[in-house]
């Protein structure tokens, strides 16, 4: 069993680019004092520090309850369990790095329509928009959704002109001179969420159960009457019924866990390389975990032989163009992967 590293300590991330060795340790040096020293300020323009600091109820830093430091906590201890399996060394992320955040000043930081949390890189932070989760299940689900993220593999490119990301779990960000090239590029970012978020569903009951300050969340989730609701949603939603992860009755609503798209073209790819490599692998799980495995060990080249061995030359590559919302690239890929199934299998 490996030892944990100290808290406030994480393995150091690779950093590319042709700036010179000094500016590469510079900048080694922040990305790892942000992790110990995380400060939301960072993020802010300097007059909406100054607002915060005036009108801290209306803009501020919520203070986290206990059943969301536990949760922190629970999903450290899971993803470390993950990282020993993967040969990697466990780290904790401290609960500091987390900031659980009113609405406004969410949005200051991440304007994206309906983000609920977001992951900031060079900054080692986690941000997460509380009036956005309307649950403590919900809180709970996007507190390891980006903590997952934050524990991936991360690669910076550092140059005379920028420091930025140049890989985030799956994610390939397009280096400065590319960029210049030919325009910039995020690729497999919704491969990356798809992954992500999978290991969040697989979690979530865990760090539910496990958590004594949820206690009455998770009887209400396993009760008979909860399952008998969720049946007749799903049906009626047309999506498997362990998609739902929380129902309020009282709003007549319900919360589904997110990157479903992306994650039906995940498990259509899991299941056709598991029935194309039985020889290999004792079961799906074992191909599923080679997708977790690249994400926090960083190398995708094991995960692009076994789809492209599935699919036919060129596959992987045209994944990576599947984006991270819901619009029409998820169905593209899926579209795609059926077609290069069958007519490898029509080939052989």
Known sequence: ???????????????????????????????????????????LPENLNIIKKLLYEKFGEKEKEEYQLRTIELVNQAT?????????????????????????????????????GCTIGPSQTIVINDES?????????????????????????????????????LVIDTTYKKSKESGYYRAFKGLNESVVSELEKRLFNRIVVDNEHLSSESERI??????????????????????????????????????????????????????????SFQSRDEILKQFFRAHFQGNIVPIARLIEKTFGEGSFRFISVMGDNEGKTSSMVMDYLVKQKARIVKTE
């Open 1 to 43: 069993m490996s030892e944990k590293m100290p808290m406030g300590e994480r393995p150091e991330p690779i950093f590319v680019g042709h700036a010179s060795d000094a500016r590469k340790q510079e900048a080694m040096s922040e990305v790892m004092n942000n992790f110990r020293e995380s400060n939301l300020d960072d993020l």
């Open 80 to 116: 470390n369990e993950l990282l020993e399996e993967f040969g990697l060394k466990p780290f904790d992320i401290p609960e500091k790095n987390i900031h659980i955040v009113r609405e406004s000043l969410y949005k200051q930081i991440d304007p994206a329509p309906g983000a609920a």
């Open 133 to 169: 989760l309307p649950s403590p299940l919900s809180m709970s689900g996007a507190i390891a959704h980006e903590m997952i993220h934050l524990k991936g593999y991360y690669a910076f490119e550092v140059s005379k002109k920028r420091f930025a990301s140049h890989r985030t779990g």
């Open 222 to 279: 396993n009760s008979q009457q909860f399952y008998a609701v969720r049946a007749r949603i799903a049906k009626q939603e047309g999506i498997p019924e362990d998609e739902i992860l929380d129902i309020s009755e009282k709003k007549k609503s319900f919360t589904r866990f997110d990157y479903y798209s992306q994650r039906r073209v995940l498990n259509f790819i899991v299941d056709a390389v598991y029935e194309n490599n039985k020889e």
